[in-house]
């Protein structure tokens, strides 16, 4: 009943994942190896702790450590990866966790089927990076015909747009 999302992950051999941490404290990470290289050379790093994988030993960690992933092998590494509930001393603060774990959950849903919602947070995503994508096309054809105006506009656009943010949040 703790288990608050579950999925396969894969890592294909020589690939990794880069340094990262959860900010959100409500839970801990959960791994079993199910299809691993059996390998030293595949392995997670958590808080400059090291892990390798194996077929069908565990680990569980605190997520808002820093951690990240190497696999330096040419077999793919195939995990259950689960968020467990964090266990918490007092019933108030289970009920907090629950709420916004449930809020976040809800806020970066993908789509699966083609029936489900996606959440806020996923769709707020894949605006900006095509946004950001005509905008970067657009720069990248301003700055290669007028490299002057360019150097002189950029640093005066990024106030600006800071000015705005800054009074959007405040």
Not at 33 to 52: F, K
Not at 96 to 125: C, H
Request: hydrophobic residues 40%; aromatic residues 12%.
């Amino acid at each position: 009943p703790n288990v608050k999302g579950a999925m396969f992950a894969l890592l294909p051999g020589g690939s990794h994942l880069n340094p990262h941490r959860d900010p959100f404290a409500g839970s801990l990470r959960y791994h079993l190896g199910l299809s691993t290289p059996n390998s030293d050379a595949c392995r997670i790093y958590v808080d400059g702790e090291q892990y390798a994988w194996r077929d069908g030993e565990d680990v569980m960690f605190d997520e808002t450590y820093v951690h990240w992933v190497k696999n330096e092998t040419d077999v793919t590494r195939v995990i259950l990866f689960c968020d467990i509930e964090r266990p918490l001393s007092s019933p108030l603060m289970t009920r907090i966790n629950r709420k916004v774990s449930a809020f976040l959950g809800r806020a970066t849903a993908p789509q699966n089927t083609d029936d489900e919602r996606v959440g806020g947070i996923n769709q707020a995503y894949a605006w900006s990076k095509r946004f950001s994508n005509k905008i970067s096309s657009r720069m990248k054809q301003f700055k290669r015909a007028n490299p002057k105006a360019y150097r002189i506009l950029r640093p005066v656009l990024a106030v600006v747009v800071a000015y705005f943010l800054y009074r959007w949040l405040f």
